[in-house]
């Protein structure tokens, strides 16, 4: 089976713009959830989607949203970009959701901010 | 809240040498613990989990342990290899969530 699967790998927007990432899960698996990376505050839970429906929501301002389509397929856009929302920000898919389900992460993608 | 705290923040090892990561989590309600590899500029890769209705569990080299009662959990490394080198990130789960609360992360170095 294909890995997780998230474009584009690499953005560079400036601020108050808007970006919009990419997330494909594993086939089969419908369970998306969203993380941040950054050197200083670690892997932080953005959301999380299942069966087109947020079924969890960490603590991020209103200005991160995400959605997810029939084929499971996630989207997250960040609008009015600030400079520390440059980080690499990663999807994981799971067969579904709920606790005890193995979460697999895609390769990220790294968003700078100028 | 949920908080998961997860010591050392590095650690270097000689080769052959065993590694200890320890993670301590708030929410007593967390019942699934997976631990994650990450090297340099790559993705985290899950490498073992438990559950809590499980003690220990042993994948080759690397083994996990959980105490439910004390509210932490920690991964055993034997016999390291330099390719063990990488951070290493636990997280905890809630029940009826797939909302991963991670630690910190470790920076473990094996060096030759």
């Known amino acids: 089976k294909a890995g997780v699967t998230q474009t584009p790998r690499y953005l560079i927007k400036t601020r108050g713009q808007q970006v919009t990432l990419s997330c494909s899960p594993i086939s089969g698996h419908r369970s998306v959830s969203w993380y941040q990376q950054t050197p200083g505050q670690g892997l932080q839970f953005l959301f999380e989607y299942f069966s087109e429906t947020q079924r969890n929501k960490g603590n991020f301002p209103g200005r991160f949203s995400g959605r997810q389509f029939s084929n499971s397929r996630s989207e997250m856009n960040v609008s009015t970009l600030e400079l520390g929302d440059s980080a690499l920000y990663l999807c994981?898919?799971?067969?579904?959701?709920?606790?005890?389900?193995?979460?697999?992460f895609g390769p990220g993608t790294r968003l700078t901010v100028t | 809240g949920e908080n998961v705290e997860q010591h050392p923040s590095t650690l270097s090892v000689q080769e052959g040498d065993s590694a200890v990561i320890k993670c301590t989590y708030s929410d007593s309600a967390s019942n699934y613990f997976p631990w994650y590899k990450q090297e340099l500029g790559k993705r985290p890769q899950l490498i073992i989990d438990i559950r809590s209705n499980v003690g220990e569990k042993k994948d080759q080299r690397i083994a996990v342990t959980l105490n439910k009662t004390a509210k932490h959990f920690s991964l055993h490394i034997t016999e390291t290899q330099p390719e063990d080198s990488a951070v290493y990130f636990c997280?905890?789960?809630?029940?009826?969530?797939?909302?991963?609360?991670f630690g910190q992360g470790t920076t473990l170095q094996v060096k030759p």
């Open positions: 994981a898919s799971s067969f579904t959701a709920g606790d005890g389900y193995e979460q697999y």
């Open positions: 997280a905890a789960s809630s029940r009826n969530t797939g909302k991963l609360i």
